[in-house]
């Protein structure tokens, strides 16, 4: 059984810090965190050429951070790949011993650096969370038998603040059918939705992971031209207390506020555990798990 | 109109020798503003470049001032 | 019907450039209604043709016809005597007809005018947009009339993804989600029931092209058997 499994199953607080495939083959920066980590977080992300920007493979990161003593939780987006290779990906995965898995339809390709790539789109994230779990009841997606049944422990992506809720929670409860086991929500900074969420959710069989990210000046900027295009929502406290802060401060501003809601989360029970954000980057992540007490 | 232009600009003639303006009939002044100023944006332009190269007739229906009224 | 739009006159006209003797065909349904191929578009084309050329201090000739269908071969046959005086042929039609004429008049060069971009419906004049895939498989019982795999950028089945953004698609902020309107419309019909089941897999496998559709009616005929 995974770390992360066993964490939340135990109902302790989990902990994923989001790794960054490198856009080559230089993978020194991208494990970084693990040495730092592996002892005191469950598991670590590695998402699949997040937000359509072409990145070295998750599934060979995940395998690195295997390698480096971590666990990782692998992401599988829909967008680049049909149901033969989703599966082969599976199965590959299980091979090599990976279980966590977030499944994913994946951000589209226009928003990406190869905006004239073929998207795939060959199943949807709900159809991908049957597929795998029929895997491992020991058939494929077209009914065939399978030589050595894989486990694993199924995550996705539920959007607490979408707006309209009513067909974002139809979708939850699609993905829930489907087998998923833990959900992931986008950054979190406006509590109230989460606790509207947490209070408005029925009691169904899941974890939830809250998003806690590390705030860019370039969101700063989107967010002051009116440009806002995030799923989440930043309260205008926060980008006051963020206003005109030069990068350096900028970064300590938000790590601080990213530590600050991670422990608020925790103390208030919002979440059975936390998905964080920081760039990948060491310092921040421990930082970050510093300020929220973990 | 501007679509007009756009296809002439496309075959390499350009859209500086089409041009539409809205005369009232009894607007004499400005038929007579109209005429100027296109003649000199043409003489400006200088000549159909298509003019010594065509017998006439060959090209189209493009008249040098390109005056519509 | 079949919307396209005409090919930039550069990319015309460097394809035609070996040539003096042109013919342009037109089409005179989709690409008529879409403003880009029918008759009067072979006229339009026909001058920028000459008016080109003549800047390049070349006399060409270009001929024009435009016919009902291209993509019907009673109203291609007729057009077989005509081509054999031109040294290439410009179809205005859609990749269909641009095929079906290529195929009736052989060995003589085919270019085609317009890019095909899909299959859609005529909102206003000048103004298309796309409805259909062609899939093999129609959803629209299930989504009260608004189909997934046309009007989502990613074709999903069960939507929305987690990119919808207040009732607005991720890839393109100007258009609505099409699973929230899909969901609106079942709401309304008080068919939301629709959407509690998970949408299977589609079958791409009758999508292979190039198809082919034989009516039930001339199975026979075409040597089809049950």
């Known amino acids: ?40 977080i469950e598991s670590f992300g590695l998402p699949d050429n997040k937000q359509a920007e072409m990145r070295l493979s998750a599934l060979a990161a995940s395998r690195l951070v295997q390698e480096a003593g971590g666990e990782p939780l692998l992401h599988l987006s829909c967008r680049d790949r049909n149901r033969l290779a989703l599966q082969s ?28 790539a073929k998207p795939v789109y060959d199943a949807d994230s709900a159809q991908l969370l049957q597929v795998a779990r029929r ?59 989460l606790r509207i969420f947490q209070r ?66 925790k103390e208030e029970n919002l979440a059975d555990g936390v998905y964080l954000m920081a760039l990948g980057r060491t310092d921040w992540l421990t930082d970050i798990l510093k300020i929220a007490g973990i | 109109m501007e679509y007009a232009q756009r296809l002439l600009e496309e075959t390499g003639l350009g859209r500086g020798r089409l041009q ?38 060959e090209i189209g229906e493009f008249s040098e001032t390109g005056v519509e009224s | 019907m079949i919307i396209a739009e005409r090919k930039p006159f550069s990319e015309i006209f460097e394809s ?26 072979v006229g339009l084309l026909a001058s920028q043709l000459k008016l080109a050329a003549g800047l390049r201090h070349r006399r060409i000739e270009v001929g024009e016809i435009t016919v009902e269908r291209q993509c019907d071969r009673e109203f291609l046959e007729p057009l077989c005597d005509f081509v054999a005086d031109y040294d290439a042929i ?28 899909f299959i859609g419906v005529n909102n206003a004049m000048g103004h298309y947009t796309e409805r259909c895939r062609a899939c093999h498989q129609c959803y629209l019982g299930l989504t009260g009339g608004i189909c997934p795999v046309t009007m989502c950028p990613k074709g999903l089945l069960n939507g929305p993804c987690g990119g919808m953004l207040n009732g607005k698609c991720e890839v393109d902020p100007q258009k609505d989600c099409a699973w ?30 190039p198809g082919t559709v034989i009516h039930p009616a001339y199975k026979r005929r075409y040597g089809v058997h049950e």
């Open chain 2, 20 to 57: 539409m303006y809205e005369i009232a009939a009894s607007d004499a002044p400005r038929w007579v503003a109209a005429v100027r100023e296109m003649t000199a944006r043409v003489q400006e332009l200088g000549p159909n470049p298509l003019k010594r190269h065509s017998r006439e007739g």
């Open chain 1, 89 to 116: 990906d599976l199965l590959g995965a299980a091979a090599l011993g990976i279980e966590n898995l977030l499944l994913v339809s994946g951000d589209y390709v226009t928003l990406g650096d190869h905006p004239d």
């Open chain 1, 1 to 40: 059984m995974s770390k992360l499994r066993e964490a939340l199953d135990a109902g302790r607080f989990a902990v994923v810090a989001e790794l960054i495939p490198p856009k080559g083959v230089n993978v020194a920066d991208m494990l970084a965190p693990v040495a730092a980590l592996k002892d005191k």
């Open chain 3, 90 to 117: 410009v179809s205005m039609a859609c990749g269909a007809g641009v095929q079906f004429l290529a195929q009736l008049c052989h060995f003589k060069p085919i270019f085609p005018a317009v890019n095909t971009t």
């Open chain 3, 16 to 41: 035609v450039q070996p040539y003096d003797k042109i013919l342009l065909v037109g089409c005179g349904t989709c690409v008529a209604v879409c403003l880009a191929g029918g008759e009067k578009e």
């Open chain 1, 200 to 265: 408005d959710m029925p009691a169904y069989p899941i974890k939830l992971l809250a998003g806690v990210k590390v705030l860019t000046p370039a969101e700063a900027a989107q967010a002051e031209s009116g440009q806002w295009r995030q799923v989440y929502r930043v309260p205008p406290e926060i980008w006051e207390r963020l206003q005109g802060k030069g990068e350096e401060d900028f970064f300590r501003a938000a790590v601080d506020l990213a530590g600050r809601l991670l422990r608020q989360i």
């Open chain 3, 180 to 209: 929230i309107k899909i969901y609106q419309r079942l709401e309304l019909e008080g068919r939301l029931d629709n959407l509690t089941e998970i949408v299977p897999l589609h079958p791409h496998a009758r999508c292979t092209s």
């Open chain 1, 135 to 193: 895997m491992m009841d020991g058939r494929d997606s077209a009914g065939q038998a399978l030589h050595g049944n894989p486990t694993f422990y199924l995550g996705a992506v539920v959007v607490p603040e979408a707006e309209p809720p009513g067909p974002q929670f139809l979708k939850f409860k699609k993905k829930v059918t489907a087998g998923a086991q833990f959900f992931v929500t986008p950054p979190v900074f406006d509590l109230e939705k």
